[in-house]
């Protein structure tokens, strides 16, 4: 399984634009990006997964490069309700997550 | 659609004790598995499964056992309990292609 290494934490104000960014240099060719977050005493959630390129949905968006060997995980207007930890995962369908201790995003007013 | 349930959401065991938490998801997927988070960390992969009747460890399966009869229901077995399982416990399921849901948790202390 790939290793991922992304920032311990980052703090941000309300309204701005946050982007982590996650490096997995040993990703295979069919392993998939995935972000989870987790809110404190709750199970994680995913929020967005892609493969190459850059994907968007309605809470995030993501940036694959070309060379896959990262990421960028990207909260657009970030509120106080954004405070959390951000996983990032590579993984194969059918593989087991191997969790890393996140990116601890604070969230300021 | 309820997702994946975890029960008891809180349990206090003395040590030496043994208990099983429940899992149980309704969205027929193949694939569950078990984890543990102890504070200020990741999670860590205890046993998953691949489907009814298959099971495998993960990263830190001492202590544990699980078995999976049903699609539905994976059940994780604290055979002594000791301090050091004080824990949050994670169970999730993946249909495999969209990654995992995850239940909302058991919070295990053992005193």
């Known amino acids: 399984l790939a290793k991922t290494t992304q920032p311990i934490s980052m703090d941000s104000y309300e309204g701005q634009e946050v982007n982590i960014t996650c490096s997995h240099n040993n990703i295979a060719t069919n392993d998939y990006i995935t972000w989870y977050q987790q809110f404190p005493s709750q199970g994680p959630r995913f929020i967005i997964q892609g493969y190459k390129t850059k994907v968007t949905n309605e809470v995030a968006s993501l940036f694959i490069p070309a060379d896959r060997k990262s990421s960028t995980l990207s909260l657009p207007r970030v509120s106080l309700s954004d405070t959390a930890v951000y996983y990032c995962?590579?993984?194969?369908?059918?593989?087991?997550?191997?969790f890393g201790p996140g990116t601890r995003l604070s969230v300021l007013p | 659609n309820a997702g994946v349930t975890q029960t008891p959401k809180f349990q206090v065991l003395k040590t030496g004790q043994s208990m099983t938490l429940q899992c149980a998801q309704d969205m027929n997927h193949e694939y569950m598995s078990w984890y543990r988070q102890d504070p200020g960390m990741g999670l860590r992969l205890i046993h998953y499964?691949?489907?009814?009747?298959?099971?495998d460890q993960g990263e830190v399966p001492n202590g544990y056992n699980v078995s999976r009869s049903t699609t539905e229901d994976f059940p994780l077995r604290l055979l002594s309990a000791a301090p050091s399982q004080t824990s949050v416990y994670f169970c999730?399921?993946?249909?495999?292609?969209?990654?995992?849901?995850f239940g909302s948790g058991t919070r295990l202390t053992v005193v």
């Open positions: 995962l590579v993984y194969n369908y059918g593989q087991n997550f191997v």
């Open positions: 499964s691949v489907g009814a009747g298959i099971t």
């Open positions: 999730a399921s993946s249909r495999g292609e969209r990654g995992y849901t």
